[in-house]
Structure formats: structure tokens, C-alpha cells
């Protein structure tokens, strides 16, 4: 079966734009998890859903930070007015459960701002 | 707050040494752990949490309370082993470390 898919890949975008950045998960995940990897860090923590409920949203930096997931299944991490720190992989995990432990990582999206 | 540290961003061996990735964590409560594995050109994946106290791909991982470590132990390293390596931390949201890049020496 497909796993957990992100587009676009790569994403350049001029300091100010907007950007968005969408996620397939898993068929049937209820959980959905949503990391920004800056450079030489590890995965930090910016947002989860379960289902269609955005349950904890409080690693999201700023609210240029937005994420949805109307229908319980993609989700869209979009970002307002571009910042240069805003550069970074942007993950999205998925799992079946809300208490599962096991996520299912997606490729990334590789956030340029220039 | 800093939960989870891993002190070493990179760590190389020779092939058939034993290889410890350290990582220490600051939980008050049952901490639950996990260890993460990118292989290059793949995604983060599981490798093992140390509830289920296995071993995978040869990889083992104690929970030590009293020196709040979780170090990734092998006898006998791999070049397959080569890869980042997360140790991570759940309490409600996950949170990982900064990771260590394991390189095997053939």
C-alpha cells in the first residue's frame, strides 16, 4: 500500500509569499502529525490532528502557521508571508491510532525562502 | 525545554565494533522512548521503543531511570547500519533529538 505522500517535494518561495504544503496520510490514520526539520535539528513538533480535529497546535511558531484537515484525511500546512527561518523540511507523519506509537513518516517538503 | 539531548552529532566505527548512540532525556514522570532511523535517501522510520524491549537489526535499548539514558547499543556494527539515528521522547507530542549520524567503516 502507498505510504504517507507530501507535495510539492521542493518548494522555493520568495521572502513574503505564501506558501502551501499538503499531506496524504495513510488510509484510515486518525492521527496526523505535522513536524518542521530546520537544518542539522531534529523533527520539532508543530502540529497534530485526530480525524478532523486539531487536537494540540502549540508548536505552531507563529500564527503565519496555519493547518487544516476539514475531512479527516489530507491535511494543509500553509504559511503566510514567507520568512528566510521559515526554511526547513517540512514532515508529516501519520498513525493509525490516536494512542499508536508508531508513526509513518512522509518524504518531506523542502521549504527554500529566498 | 531541551528533552531529549544526543551529545555525539556524528559517530564512526569499523565494521564489526560495537556502537553505543547515547541519549539522555529530562521526564519526571514514566518516560516513553523511541529510537528513529533515516537511512540516506529514505524516510525517518521506526527502529524500536523501549516498551517492547526488542532487539531490531541487532539494536538494542535500555531505559535507565536513575541516569535518564536510553542509549542504542550493537555488538557488532554494519556498514547497513550507516544512517541518522533520532532518539525520541513521547508525552503527548513526540520530541526528538538532534540526531546522530552513525558512519561504519568498512
Known amino acids: 500500500g502507498a505510504g504517507v505522500s507530501q507535495s510539492p517535494r521542493y518548494k522555493v518561495a520568495k521572502r513574503g509569499q505564501d506558501v502551501a504544503l499538503r499531506c496524504d496520510p495513510i488510509?484510515?490514520?486518525?492521527?496526523l502529525f505535522w513536524y518542521q526539520q530546520a537544518l542539522g535539528q531534529g523533527p520539532e513538533f508543530l502540529t497534530y490532528?485526530?480525524?478532523?480535529?486539531?487536537?494540540?497546535k502549540s508548536g505552531l511558531p507563529s500564527d503565519r502557521f496555519f493547518a487544516e484537515r476539514p475531512e479527516g484525511s489530507v491535511s494543509t500546512l500553509k504559511i503566510q508571508r514567507t520568512q528566510q527561518e521559515d526554511s526547513a523540511v517540512y514532515l508529516c507523519?501519520?498513525?493509525?491510532?490516536?494512542?499508536?506509537?508508531?508513526?509513518?513518516f512522509g518524504p518531506g517538503t523542502r521549504l527554500t525562502v529566498t | 525545554a531541551q528533552r531529549v539531548t544526543q551529545p555525539e552529532k556524528l559517530l564512526s566505527v569499523f565494521k564489526g565494533a560495537p556502537v553505543e548512540l547515547k541519549c539522555n532525556y529530562s521526564?519526571?514522570?514514566?518516560?516513553?522512548l523511541f529510537w528513529y532511523v533515516q537511512y540516506s535517501r529514505q524516510r525517518l522510520q521506526l527502529l524500536l521503543r523501549?516498551?517492547s524491549r526488542e532487539s531490531i537489526k541487532g539494536f538494542t535499548a535500555d531505559l535507565n531511570k536513575g541516569e535518564t539514558s536510553f542509549h542504542l547499543k550493537k555488538p557488532f556494527a554494519q556498514e547497513e547500519d550507516s544512517a541518522m539515528y533520532y532518539c525520541?521522547?513521547?508525552?503527548?507530542?513526540?520530541?526528538f533529538g538532534t540526531g546522530t549520524s552513525l558512519t561504519v567503516i568498512p
Open positions: 507523519a501519520s498513525s493509525y491510532g490516536r494512542l499508536s506509537y508508531e508513526q509513518y
Open positions: 488510509s484510515g490514520h486518525v492521527s
Open positions: 490532528f485526530q480525524n478532523e480535529a486539531q487536537l494540540d
Open positions: 521526564y519526571s514522570g514514566s518516560p516513553e
Open positions: 523501549h516498551i
Open positions: 525520541a521522547l513521547r508525552r503527548g507530542q513526540f520530541y
